[in-house]
């Protein structure tokens, strides 16, 4: 099995230098729902409630699956592609435990739980979409092997499917708490905004 990963790992690592402008774009890639995933969920957050509701519970999914993924790596180590001195890194990090991608379950774990929810599916088909080039880019910029990739796809799609099933409702009331918090500060907002005009 680990001679397949490798295997893998090899056909998707540049064996020699790429161009700048691929690698521009492998690094775009590598870093895309760091910043996308808060941007997302920060604009459902700014619509109705439901939007708001499938915003949080995506959060706690993610925040769940990573918790997941830690765990993983406390009772299991496994070696990152630069520490076995397999391919070329292209970028830096740390020599921690490479299984599962937390890149992966960050992005995942969204897309997941928005595309089980009917209303939001294409948006979360979307990401899910985008997310394969996060994971040819983490692979490709020699920080992660295949099955890491495919490790972060499975823990996010069972922890999505866990919490749409079995978690959301435990949560409606913090949920609803959260809202009225964010209600109230936005009113409060602009009603200092017009008291200083």
């Not at 521009?24 to 910043?35: D, I, N, R, S, Y």
């Not at 992005?107 to 899910?128: D, I, N, Q, T």
Request: with cysteine; aromatic share 12%.
């Amino acid at each position: 099995m680990e001679s397949l990963n490798h295997w893998l790992f090899l056909l998707i690592n540049p064996s020699h230098q790429p161009s700048p402008a691929l690698l521009q774009v492998a690094k775009l890639c590598a870093e895309l729902p760091v910043f996308l995933i808060p941007l997302c969920l920060a604009l459902l957050w700014m619509r109705d409630k439901h939007a708001k509701t499938m915003a949080f519970n995506a959060g706690l999914t993610t925040v769940l699956a990573l918790a997941i993924n830690y765990a993983i790596s406390l009772v299991w180590y496994h070696n990152r592609p630069f520490v076995d001195h397999l391919g070329i890194k292209l970028i830096s990090h740390a020599s921690d435990s490479s299984f599962p991608s937390d890149h992966i379950t960050l992005f995942a774990s969204v897309a997941f739980y928005l595309s089980f929810e009917k209303s939001l599916r294409k948006l979360g088909l979307v990401l899910l979409a985008l997310s394969l080039s996060t994971g040819w880019a983490r692979v490709f910029v020699g920080v992660h092997y295949p099955f890491d990739i495919l490790g972060g796809y499975l823990i996010s799609a069972l922890t999505a499917l866990l919490f749409k099933q079995y978690l959301a409702t435990q949560f409606a009331g913090l949920v609803n708490l959260m809202i009225e918090l964010s209600e109230h500060i936005a009113g409060w907002l602009v009603r200092m905004k017009k008291s200083a005009l």
